[in-house]
Structures are given as C-alpha cells and as structure tokens.
C-alpha cells in the first residue's frame, strides 16, 4: 500500500473522531 494513502486515510479517520467528540461534548454540555 502507498504511504501516503495511509496517511491520508489516517488524517480523514483523525478528523471524523475529532468531530465525533466534539458533538458529543457539545450535546452533553
């Protein structure tokens, strides 16, 4: 596999868990 399809992979799961998180904090504020 290329690197830097992993690392792009990689970024895009980051940004989905750093938004899953943020809406639950903003939900259970």
């Keep these: ?3 830097s399809m992993i ?3 990689l970024f895009w ?3 989905i868990a ?4 943020n809406a ?3 939900r259970f504020k």
Excluded: Q
């Excluded at 750093?18 to 998180?21: E, P, S």
């Design 18 to 21: 750093v938004t899953c998180l």
């Design 13 to 15: 799961l980051i940004a």
């Design 7 to 9: 690392l792009d992979k």
């Design 1 to 3: 596999m290329d690197p």
């Design 24 to 26: 639950g904090i903003f």
